[in-house]
């Protein structure tokens, strides 16, 4: 059984830090590609940002410079280190781990909430 749980949200004041991290279990977490997503209220999920199998990252524009992933496979763990938080960052953010070589395995957690507020 596949299970994506993350941690790590919270309220926190324009300017501050957070840190998600991602706990995979049930998958062979170093070959996947993972990725962060959010959804704001009343607006589609997009991609955040994506770390590959071979540590290649990927950021969403309105978050380079502020926000970085990173992997550790020995942990089976993705982080999301947030600095420099905008409200505009508020929103449910969510794991996913999808395999490259076949993508119909792809799996999400249950999401955790940033809500970024003075």
């Known amino acids: 059984q596949v299970q994506l749980v993350e941690s790590g949200g919270g309220l926190v004041q324009p300017g501050g830090s957070l840190r998600l991290s991602c706990a995979a279990s049930?998958?062979?977490?170093?070959?996947?590609?993972m990725d962060w997503y959010r959804q704001a209220p009343g607006k589609q999920r997009e991609l955040v940002a994506q770390i590959t199998r071979r540590d290649n990252t990927y950021y969403l524009d309105s978050v380079k410079g502020r926000f970085t992933i990173s992997r550790d496979n020995a942990k089976n763990t993705m982080y999301l280190q947030m600095n420099s938080l905008k409200p505009e960052d508020t929103a449910v953010y969510y794991c996913n781990a999808v395999l490259p070589d076949d993508t119909k395995y792809q799996y999400w957690g249950q999401g955790t909430q940033v809500t970024v507020s003075s």
């Open positions: 049930g998958i062979i977490f170093s070959i996947y590609t």
